[in-house]
């Protein structure tokens, strides 16, 4: 299975911020959307970084709470590692578990298309098994 078949179900939309927001306003979007991360963008609409969940725990743990007055710049992680739509879910999952993190941006001839947290992962593998378990009880039944 691959990427854009996720996307076909969940969507392209990615929420993102800009570079310089507060990680107190970045908090406020990550609890409103029930997510986990957020893409960061520059003022031209590049992706420059992505800030999860855990950079913002980290921040508070080094820097108390005058971390949530600091820019996002400043506790996101530069280096995005990115897919794209016709990368496999099984080329995703190694990488990240290779990685350690859960969510991938997708990119779409020089564009953010979609993201792939690993909550849409394990989501698409129990489908996909549970409809293998359907066809195996169907041919069994018709056997
Ligand atoms: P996560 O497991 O996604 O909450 O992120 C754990 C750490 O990896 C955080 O420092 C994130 O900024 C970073 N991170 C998350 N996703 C990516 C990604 N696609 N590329 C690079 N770093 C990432």
């Not at 993102?16 to 957020?38: F, H, N, W, Y």
């Not at 969940?53 to 506790?75: G, K, M």
Request: net charge negative; glycine share 6%.
């Amino acid at each position: 299975m691959m990427v854009k078949q996720i996307l076909r179900e969940k969507g392209h939309n990615v929420v993102t911020v800009p570079l310089d927001a507060t990680l107190s306003e970045a908090t406020v979007v990550l609890a409103q959307k029930r997510i986990g991360a957020l893409v960061v963008r520059d003022t031209e609409g590049q992706v420059v970084g992505i800030l999860s969940e855990r950079d913002i725990i980290q921040a508070l743990a080094q820097e108390s709470v005058n971390a949530l007055t600091h820019p996002v710049s400043a506790h996101m992680t530069r280096r995005v590692s990115t897919c794209s739509e016709t990368d496999t879910i099984d080329d995703l999952m190694e990488l990240m578990t290779l990685k350690r993190f859960r969510h991938v941006p997708v990119m779409a001839e020089g564009r953010l298309a979609g993201i792939v947290s690993i909550g849409d992962i394990v989501k698409s593998r129990i489908a996909e098994t549970e409809r293998e378990a359907e066809s195996l009880r169907g041919y069994i039944a018709t056997g």
